[in-house]
């Protein structure tokens, strides 16, 4: 009899996990019986999910990126947001990736050696742990809080969930084939409701309802998913998919084009541009020219105070509504009220860096609401 025992004895994880899953089921199924409470048997039918989530979870990582374009941030309890439904997504995979890691050394210990020790895993190690240290200095605990929170459940997703699955390049084009078919099916929503506006400048907002919060989010995500969509073209297996991935990149600049976003226009030169450096082996030397460029400019604008010549005249500097021959005027006159709001945002941030050069105010960083507030404290508006 003993032997007999010994032998139905679990002896791999499997197995234990098999025979905890049996037991939940029992226990669950008796007490959902006893009490007639059918609730009682979640544990048990959790388990499953669990485990599917821990072995198949890279199913949820390529189902974010589906879901990606139609989120929406809803309002929870407390002042908190979440983006619905890539965020859930997010946190799940935050549990997922650690733990799928913990039970693969092997995997993990690959991961390290490749690339934990690459500078840009440095630089973010680096910025959660100063944002842990600066969150002791906060003049905000709680959202200081809130922003080492959420740095957690994207980083780990995108970052380590990344390094993980993407191992070859049919994984990273398979990842990018997810976010621009997305995408593209988002743009045929908004892109019909923005014709029926007349592709207008002013309504181009409340064309992109509900899955883009504005103009800029969605222009964004268009000049980052075109050079995927031509990347996807060129590698295609077939002439048909070709010809497929090529509609996509076309829908994706027209959709650019009448998101009438400046930045994202200026983006898709830049990028050609910065392509040509990358293939003739010149980014340190551009990085260079940028960095004493910038040196040199912050230089001059703070000696003297010299910035101050370039004060906006309020007059002038206006929001044009939907003119958008104006809008563009006013951003090489410099009377545009987006770019002086910046010019306000650096002003304003070197005033708190004189407050608390050491610590700083803490996570999170300098933000919209920040600059509002503290402008008039600086006679700037």
Not at 156 to 172: C, E, M, N, S, Y
Not at 202 to 220: D, E, M, R, S
Request: proline share 6%; hydrophobic share 55%.
């Amino acid at each position: 009899m003993r032997q007999f025992l010994l032998r139905l004895r679990p002896v791999e994880a499997s197995q234990w996990v098999f025979s905890g899953f049996l037991g939940l089921l029992l226990l669950g199924g008796a007490l959902a019986a006893l009490l007639e409470q059918p609730l009682l048997l979640l544990p048990a039918l959790a388990v499953p999910v669990v485990v599917l989530m821990l072995s198949r979870w890279t199913w949820l990582y390529y189902l974010l990126f589906l879901t990606l374009p139609f989120s929406r941030e809803i309002s929870l309890p407390g002042g908190l947001s979440m983006d619905v439904p890539s965020e859930p997504f997010m946190l799940t995979l935050l549990v997922c990736v650690p733990l799928s890691l913990l039970l693969t050394p092997r995997s993990a210990g690959q991961l390290v050696r490749r690339e934990w020790y690459h500078p840009l895993i440095v630089l973010l190690v680096m910025l959660l742990l100063w944002a842990l240290l600066d969150s002791f200095f906060s003049v905000n605990t709680l959202k200081s809080i809130k922003y080492l929170l959420a740095k957690c459940w994207y980083l780990v997703p995108f970052v380590l969930g990344t390094l993980v699955i993407a191992k070859r390049p049919a994984d990273f084009w398979r990842m990018a084939a997810c976010y621009v078919g997305a995408a593209v099916v988002s743009l045929f929503w908004v892109l019909a409701r923005h014709a029926g506006y007349g592709f207008s400048f002013a309504k181009v907002n409340k064309a992109i309802q509900p899955f883009y919060l504005n103009h800029v989010i969605y222009a964004t995500v268009l000049a980052l998913l075109l050079p995927l969509a031509v990347g996807l073209a060129l590698q295609a297996a077939t002439p048909g998919r070709r010809r497929l991935w090529l509609a996509a990149s076309g829908l994706l600049l027209f959709g650019l084009i009448t998101s009438y976003t400046r930045a994202s226009w200026l983006s898709l030169p830049v990028a050609g541009i910065f392509y040509v450096v990358m293939r003739l082996r010149l980014t340190r030397v551009l990085l260079a020219t940028l960095a004493l460029s910038v040196g040199a400019a912050t230089c001059y604008f703070v000696s003297s105070e010299n910035f101050m010549r370039f004060r906006p005249d309020y007059e002038k500097t206006i929001w044009h509504g939907g003119n958008l021959a104006a809008h563009l005027a006013s951003t090489y006159k410099f009377q545009d009220v987006s770019g002086m709001e910046r010019v306000y945002r650096w002003v304003a941030a070197a005033n708190m860096i004189a407050d608390k050069p050491l610590v700083g105010s803490g996570p999170p960083p300098f933000t919209r609401s920040t600059s509002a507030t503290l402008f008039p404290a600086f006679g700037l508006m």
